[in-house]
């Protein structure tokens, strides 16, 4: 790997662009520290991102564009179709996991608890929707990540709102049990557990502002768990992981409810990089620093379909 030329793609079209602007600017900073021939591959609008990395003569991909095209699987596609080698998750593992719809159905038949939960369609009725699934209540689009597009709601009044700014965005909008509790999540790199983080931001909700802007969100690592409910939870993360097909690096997002259960929401495939995310956080918790786990995700880049 210290011998190939390294393009850290970042930016894009989506919502996440900024964050994965940030991602991306720590991994390359890391990766020429530790001595890597590393450059900035930043996708703007307009751009032909084959023609970006064959004028760069880049050999290996550091993915750590968020979101639409860099996260569901698109980007992923385009690389293997030009073999150049990656990290993260394959084409199929990405486009799952970025769909929640899809990923909440497999974590059900692998048994890993979910919130309850309805797609809420164009001829659907919301109204009825909600009510099945009780307030609070949360609202969301199926195809986002960063908490983009995301709405907590607590009474009626306030779902028509909610289900608008879920629609501005990608996917369908999803309606899903609010669980009152912790949030938790776990870190993963090459399907092992790494260890746990609990989030108390000061909104009482950590949205996109608490995830980046915020310096008011406390991160306890490990969280503080039973051991009962540690080992649930990263059991639970792990079978996540592993029934979307997910390789090298991902984070699993959980609840836990007042009587301890933990309940699944999402694995993240491209987890964030920034000095606000969660990931390097746990890794260090774990004796691992930022540039040594930035070298471990770079060491299972590969071409999937090679």
Partial sequence: MSEKKIGVLMGGPGAEREVSIRTGAGVLAALIERGHEAVSVTWNDGDDIAELLRREKIEIVWNAMHGTYGEDGAVQGLLECLKIPYTGSGVAASALAMDKVVSKILFERAGVPTPAWRVIGPDDDPTAAA?????????????????VGISIVRAPAGLGAALIEARRHRGAAIVEKFIAGSEISVGILDGVALDTVEIRPKSGFYDYEAKYESEDT????????????????????????????????????????????????????LPGMTAHSLLPKIAAHAGMDYGTLVERVLATAKVFNA
Wanted: charged share 20%; proline share 7%; with cysteine.
């Fill in 131 to 147: 009510a099945a699934i009780g307030y609070p209540l949360v609202v969301k689009p199926a195809a986002e990540g960063s908490t």
């Fill in 218 to 269: 406390d991160y306890l690592v490990p969280a503080p768990l039973s051991p009962d409910i540690d080992r649930v939870v990263r059991n639970a993360a792990v079978a996540m992981y592993r029934v979307l097909g997910c390789s090298a690096h991902a984070r699993a997002d959980f609840r836990i409810d007042e009587a301890g259960k933990a309940w699944a929401l999402e694995v993240n495939t």
